[in-house]
């Protein structure tokens, strides 16, 4: 999920460029204080974030797969056109492909006509799916593209003018704020034409204890999945944070849906990014906010749907309905 990049593979960058120091700076002198989540995966935050989803309280990689393990025929009939026509399927920070693969196996066995074109920004991650895909199945058509979401979609669209399937998995929309998913689905709408689909992971609102363990595992991965990127700032940039004097603190209002990680720092404090020689002062108790990860009723979803462009076509939820990717068509 590169810079940001790879979870799962799956990639968390859905921005332009990574400006890395700019924005460390422009959210440790805000007030308050914030830190971008895209850069939570560096080779650490990969693997940890791969820790996480192991862990017994992160519930949202376990249904999804469970949707495309057990329900890949209904997802699969609700991507194949009424005409059986040639299509790309795409999908939006592929990582490593583990969910959508039983979709790709099964169209393969059905015979259907596409081509599978993952975008990420890690040339790794693209280069790893190219010799495993090809290997583990053969006869698919295979064509990756490294960049961003956005610019690989309009290469996508000059590689071929078939009808596209974008898939966007893993409640990866959930990182952004609700206005900032939305702009990011109108996006997607004007980079696709009428026929067009998109096959969107959301986590659903829930018991609220369930979301909160799911962010505040007992092992304290998530906790580490947060400070990292304060051992990154040291690393890459020179600074010299003293992590044992940050805490990690999650939050989950039920009636946004929005949960939400801060780091707090226990101590009045200075911190120094020597690179740049530049001092952030943090007062005891003073928070950075560092991630949301937002929960949805399938009606937001739906709403969100109409607000951007987009007609529902199928929802398909996990046996516990805590989560459910939406199919829409434009
Ligand atoms: C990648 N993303 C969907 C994860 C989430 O659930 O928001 C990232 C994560 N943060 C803490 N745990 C997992």
């Excluded at 058509?141 to 893993?170: H, I, P, Q």
């Excluded at 363990?213 to 947060?226: L, Q, V």
Aim: charged share 25%; proline share 3%; hydrophobic share 40%.
């Amino acid at each position: 999920q590169t810079s940001p990049v790879t979870l799962n593979g799956s990639t968390y960058n859905h921005t332009a460029v990574n400006h890395f120091y700019e924005d460390v700076l422009k959210g440790l002198t805000a007030s308050p204080k914030h830190l971008d989540s895209k850069y939570f995966y560096d080779a650490i935050g990969d693997q940890l974030f791969q820790d996480l989803m192991n862990c017994e309280e992160y519930y949202p990689t376990n249904c999804e797969l469970e949707i495309f393990s057990q329900k890949t025929e209904a997802l699969a009939s609700a991507i194949i056109g009424d005409n059986n026509d040639e299509f790309d399927l795409i999908e939006l920070g592929a990582g490593d492909a583990m969910k959508s693969t039983y979709l790709l196996k099964h169209l393969l066995d059905r015979g259907v006509n596409f081509t599978y074109l993952p975008i990420d920004i890690s040339a790794h991650v693209i280069d790893q799916l190219d010799v495993e895909l090809t290997q583990n199945l053969p006869g698919l058509k295979f064509e990756g593209l490294n960049g961003e979401y956005f610019n690989m979609l309009s290469k996508a669209a000059t590689l071929s003018n078939k009808r596209k399937v974008v898939l966007f998995l893993g409640s990866n929309i959930g990182n952004m704020p609700v206005a900032e998913a939305e702009s990011f689905c109108a996006e997607l709408r004007n980079h696709l034409s009428p026929g067009d689909m998109v096959l969107i992971g959301f986590d659903l609102k829930k018991n609220p204890k369930t979301i909160l363990a799911a962010y505040n595992d007992k092992e304290g991965i998530t906790k580490k999945f947060n400070l990292n990127l304060l051992h990154r700032i040291n690393q890459e940039l020179g600074a010299d944070f003293v992590i044992e004097q940050f805490d990690h603190f999650p939050v989950y209002d039920p009636e946004t849906g929005a949960c939400k990680s801060y780091l707090i720092s226990t101590a009045d404090q200075m911190v120094h990014i020597a690179d740049h020689n530049q001092s952030i002062h943090f007062q005891k108790d003073e928070y950075i906010f560092m991630e949301i990860s937002q929960k949805f009723t399938v009606e937001q979803t739906r709403d969100m749907a109409a607000k951007t462009g987009f007609d529902v076509v199928n929802y398909l939820f996990d046996d516990k309905n805590w989560f459910a990717d939406a199919i829409w068509k434009v």
